[in-house]
């Protein structure tokens, strides 16, 4: 299918087919077929190594690499679909201009020259008021190290724009492990296929990061017992030996039931407490104020839940937490995530390889990386531009000048993100992004809502068409992506995007000669990564020691966990903003609480236009409880509406026991364009923030549903 579906207007489609038929010969023509060695550039804990075969210039198949081991030669559905993204008939294949009103997604193609000459114009003209008046807006549409925020940190340091605060997915829980253990740092991945009790704690690995699953399945086979902690019953929960369906946004309160028994039976570590943790007895005082009974309450559970739970994981070893960020989506998620992160102390988890916890590796990273180098703050100079955090976008965008906020914001540059449909309570983004007064360039692959709101459109590669550096927050190997393909129709690369810019915009510094190979390959330090097995296996292992707290070492001053955090004090269990029990005038007219976890077949907002993908998703839908759809009339396959004072949302009512009573389910970020009303989740989710890392709360949402 083409966008004709859901095009607006003859002329758009007129622009699609021109720049489909641009598609350039790609310029490599051996007859042979040649395997290039890839990542997998998205926004997930596995980033898999890839290898791509390519036949006379064109991409036939997209594998995982067998020796890499987090890899293990397995892709998800997604990525294993990437050739089929990256040849997709709708990519923007030229730069495009728009010519209807701001959302309507009407316009031309132009060259290079006009639209670069003119963005260069409109940013000066701006700048020269007032450089803090641009906002550069990006996440991780691709995770990469060059393509990501190297060449455009660069860029916007130099022109002294605004400062984005990248909050919307971890930087509650990440924030979290930082104020507990110094660093994002925790467990192998390869090292759960050991464990004998494995927690898996706001995840749902089957969809989100499959490979970690595996190495789970083996554990398992292996005689480990599996426990899965999610409001949802989803596709990991049913395959493991127990799930525990708490409410949303009470994980703090079930952490401090199960210190609480932890301690009364003395199922305790007091060695490695006394050793390694610099306040255990403020921490114990604490677990003392939540009896089971009081924990059980809160989560919604049964005491007994809360009391097994403990008794188990007191008394196996070793026992593993794979956390994920779900449950840090909720004003307490820091809080919560802190309380989680001492579990293992507790019990002297951490002493073996197979213990511990692992929420995020990427903090392992972080004497690899020369961040310096690739972003370059220093060319700021001794400018400080204020900081702008992505989650209130929607705020902030209908923003006027005050002292407080500083200039309203008149240019926004966007990469890598499509905030219309991902940021929270999208009325208010797409309010914003509709400002006929703001000057909106967007680099994309596709016109996403987001695009449909540029003045500019410029297209941008893919991974298969350009180089890149590549972390991982799921395990600790450091990875080179070699360009398959040359750049399709005019595609250039995000880096090359900014480098023609900052050649219009007068910037003569080094810093933008650097080309994005040299980017790539310069970006590590070279006594952690080895520049040689980089180039011949594609990736290099960081030096980490197997069970690297065995004996304590943390990343913090003194190297012990702390119980106080940075001078945050000892964590204790925060109610959500809206709940049942928090806000319970709210809740007489809101009843639900809804959860808004990934689709398997999307990753957030990317591959929603892949027509494969699309089709196994079926259509935009909300999971309830038999109980709660029988009490309001609704069947499987009614048409509801699911609303809030902030909006509406339309979708498929899917009646099933994953849902718990109580709690509605809406899965997935639609394109906004290709739902029921033109809306999606986020039409309903608020622009409150976590406790901890100025992170938004999509699962800390009430809503009542009717059908429509
Ligand atoms: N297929 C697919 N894979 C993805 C993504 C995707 O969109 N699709 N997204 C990627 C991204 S950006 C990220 S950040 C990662 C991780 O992304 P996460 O958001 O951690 O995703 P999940 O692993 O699906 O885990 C979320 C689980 O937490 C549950 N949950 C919701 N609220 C709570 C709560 O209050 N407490 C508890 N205990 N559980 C709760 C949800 O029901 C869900 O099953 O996954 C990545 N992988
Ligand atoms: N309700 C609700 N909302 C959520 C979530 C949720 O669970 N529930 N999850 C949140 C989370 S965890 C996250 S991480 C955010 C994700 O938010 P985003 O990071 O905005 O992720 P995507 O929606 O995947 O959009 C990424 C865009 O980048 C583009 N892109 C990919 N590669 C490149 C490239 O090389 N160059 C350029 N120029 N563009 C590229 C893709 O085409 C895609 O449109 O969404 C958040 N929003
Ligand atoms: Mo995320």
């Not at 933008?512 to 520049?531: I, K, L, T």
């Amino acid at each position: 299918m083409g966008l004709g579906r859901w095009a607006l207007g003859a002329g758009r489609w007129a622009v699609w087919q021109s720049a489909a038929m641009s598609v350039s010969p790609s310029g490599l023509s051996s007859p042979d077929e040649r395997v290039v060695r890839a990542v997998c550039p998205h926004d997930c804990p596995d980033t898999c190594a890839l290898r791509i075969t390519v036949q006379d210039g064109r991409v036939t198949h997209v594998a995982g690499d067998p020796d890499h081991p987090p890899t293990h030669g397995a892709l998800c559905t997604k990525v294993s679909r990437y050739a089929e993204r990256t040849y997709h008939p709708d990519r923007v294949l030229t730069p495009l201009k728009r010519v209807g009103k701001k959302g309507e997604g009407r316009f031309e193609p132009v060259g290079w020259d006009e639209a670069l000459d003119d963005i260069a114009t409109r940013l000066k003209s701006i700048a020269a008021r007032n450089p803090q008046a641009v906002l550069p807006y990006s996440y991780a549409g691709t995770m990469g190290l060059v393509q990501g925020d190297g060449m455009a940190a660069r860029f916007f340091h130099r022109l002294g724009a605004s400062l984005l605060d990248r909050t919307i997915c971890s930087m509650a829980g990440g924030d979290a492990l930082v104020h507990t253990y110094g660093a994002k740092v925790g467990m192998h991945v390869e090292q759960f296929v050991h464990s004998r009790l494995i927690l898996i704690w706001g995840s749902n690995p089957i969809t989100s990061s499959v490979h970690f699953w595996t190495f789970a399945q083996q554990a398992k086979r292996a005689g480990a017992r599996l426990i899965c902690i999610d409001p949802r019953r989803t596709e990991t929960a049913e395959k493991c030996h127990q799930h525990i369906a708490l409410l949303p946004g009470t994980d703090g309160a079930l952490a401090l039931g199960l210190m609480h028994e932890l301690v009364v039976n003395d199922w305790l570590d007091h060695d490695y407490l006394q050793r390694h943790v610099d306040d255990w007895p403020a921490l114990r005082e604490r677990a003392l104020q939540w009896p089971p009974d009081r924990a059980a309450a809160v989560c919604g559970i049964s005491a007994e839940e809360v009391q097994e739970l403990a008794r188990e994981y007191g008394n196996t070893q070793p026992a593993a937490i794979r956390l994920n960020y779900g449950m840090q989506r909720v004003r307490g998620g820091g809080s919560a995530a802190r309380l989680i992160a001492m579990l293992p102390c507790l019990v002297g988890a951490w002493r073996q390889a197979s213990g511990g916890l692992l929420l995020s590796a990427s903090g392992w990273f972080r004497h690899a990386k020369r961040d310096a180098w690739l972003q370059r703050p220093d060319l700021l100079g001794d400018r400080k531009p204020r900081t702008i955090n992505m989650s209130t976008i929607g705020d902030d965008l209908n923003r006027e000048s005050s002292p407080t906020f500083g200039p309203r914001i008149e240019a926004v540059v966007v990469y890598n993100s499509n905030p219309v449909a991902v940021a929270p309570d999208s009325a208010q983004v797409a309010r914003g992004f509709a400002r006929e007064d703001l000057f909106t360039v967007v680099l994309e692959h596709f016109l996403t809502d987001t695009a449909d709101h540029a003045d500019y459109v410029l297209p941008a590669t893919t991974q298969l068409e350009h180089w890149d550096a590549h972390m991982a927050y799921g395990h600790t190997y450091a990875m080179l992506n070699t360009p398959a393909i040359a750049p399709l129709g005019q595609a250039r690369s995000n880096a090359q995007i900014f480098r023609d810019l900052a050649v219009r915009m007068d910037c003569t510094d080094a810093a933008f000669a650097d080309s994005d190979e040299a980017m790539a390959r310069g970006a590590w330090v070279p006594e952690q990564v080895n520049a040689e097995n980089l180039d011949r296996q594609g990736w290099s292992k960081l030096q980490v020691a197997d069970a690297p707290f065995a004996d304590g070492g943390f990343p913090t001053p003194d190297g012990k966990v702390r119980v106080h955090g940075n001078g945050l004090g000892v964590p204790d269990h925060v109610p959500n903003y809206e709940s049942v029990q928090s806000a319970p005038e709210l809740a007489a007219r809101y009843p639900l609480a809804m959860i808004s976890p990934p689709a398997r077949h999307f990753l957030n907002s990317t591959f929603v236009n892949v027509d494969s993908l699309r089709a196994a998703e079926k259509e935009p839908r909300l999971e309830l409880h038999p109980s709660d759809a029988a009490a309001r009339g609704i069947r499987s396959g009614t048409q509801v509406r699911v609303f809030n004072e902030r909006g509406e949302y339309l979708c498929k009512a899917d009646v099933s026991e994953r849902a718990r009573p109580g709690v509605v389910n809406g899965l997935g970020v639609w394109w906004r364009k290709m739902g029921l009303n033109g809306t999606n989740v986020n039409q309903l989710t608020h622009q409150g923030l976590t406790d901890i890392g100025r992170a938004p709360v999509f699962y800390d949402c009430l809503v009542e549903v009717q059908a429509a």
